[in-house]
């Protein structure tokens, strides 16, 4: 069964530091990947996603990811983080097959301090 | 022109009550989701439908029912609710097998409190 993890249910930085949010992944097969940003009482929205090819995938709002098969992470970035970032972001999986019903992490919380 | 909603948006009501929320999306999708998150915002899904069929049913107590009556819609009824349902139930959609490419598309939640 596919698993996610991410390491640290919150994380805090300076705006302008580096954001770095981390995700692991348990899977028998290489997965889809997603991250998800939820906003304070809205939905998730889609940040980006990893399915074939470049492993470093760019999304929306200045953030990237890059999947690493032999370290099984997909861990998301910004170079420089804004106050309006601070949100809760989830990392998922999904099966490359099948209904693709998306597996998510316990998700992380960013706090931005000016 | 919202994508998936659902309603309400909130929803308070007493143990035992029986309550349903609607979902509905205009993208023409044939795979419907409900998701459940709870108070530590995990999110685990519970049911998928494609084109009216249950095609995932989670280990969800039996008061839970979802009916589609068509691959727009996905409801959710709940029977005899209990404190521990208290959650954020998101609805979402795909196009089948293709949720990767083209991606999932989430409801904006509804936030079910129980008392």
């Known amino acids: 069964a596919q698993s996610v993890t991410q390491l640290g249910s919150h994380v805090s930085v300076s705006e302008g530091a580096l954001v770095l949010l981390r995700c692991n992944y348990s899977?028998?097969?290489?997965?889809?990947l997603f991250w998800y940003v939820q906003y304070p009482n809205q939905g998730l929205q889609l940040l980006l996603k990893?399915?074939?090819?470049?492993?470093l995938v760019k999304g929306i709002n200045g953030f990237e990811a890059e999947f690493k098969k032999s370290e099984t992470s997909f861990h998301l970035t910004k170079p420089s983080a804004h106050m309006s970032d601070a949100a809760e972001y989830f990392c998922?999986?999904?099966?490359?097959?099948?209904?693709?019903?998306?597996?998510f992490g316990t998700g992380t919380r960013l706090l931005v301090s000016p | 022109d919202t994508a998936v909603s659902q309603t309400p948006k909130y929803l308070v009501t007493q143990m035992g009550n029986d309550k349903s929320i609607k979902c509905e999306q205009n993208?023409?999708?044939?795979?419907m989701y409900w998701y459940k998150q709870d108070s530590k915002k995990f999110l685990k899904i519970m049911f998928s439908?494609?084109?009216?069929?249950?095609?995932i049913n989670e280990t969800v107590p039996n008061r839970f029912s979802p009916k589609s009556p068509d691959k727009a819609h996905l409801n959710l009824h709940i029977n005899s609710l209990e404190l521990g349902d208290s959650a954020v139930y998101f609805c979402?959609?795909?196009?089948?097998?293709?949720?990767?490419?083209?991606?999932?598309?989430f409801g904006s939640g509804t936030r079910l409190t129980v008392v």
């Open positions: 998922a999986v999904s099966d490359r097959t099948g209904f693709q019903k998306l597996v």
């Open positions: 979402a959609s795909s196009v089948p097998g293709q949720g990767a490419n083209y991606g999932y598309t």
């Open positions: 439908y494609n084109n009216k069929e249950l095609i």
């Open positions: 990893y399915t074939t090819g470049a492993t």
């Open positions: 899977s028998s097969v290489p997965p889809y």
């Open positions: 993208l023409g999708h044939d795979t």
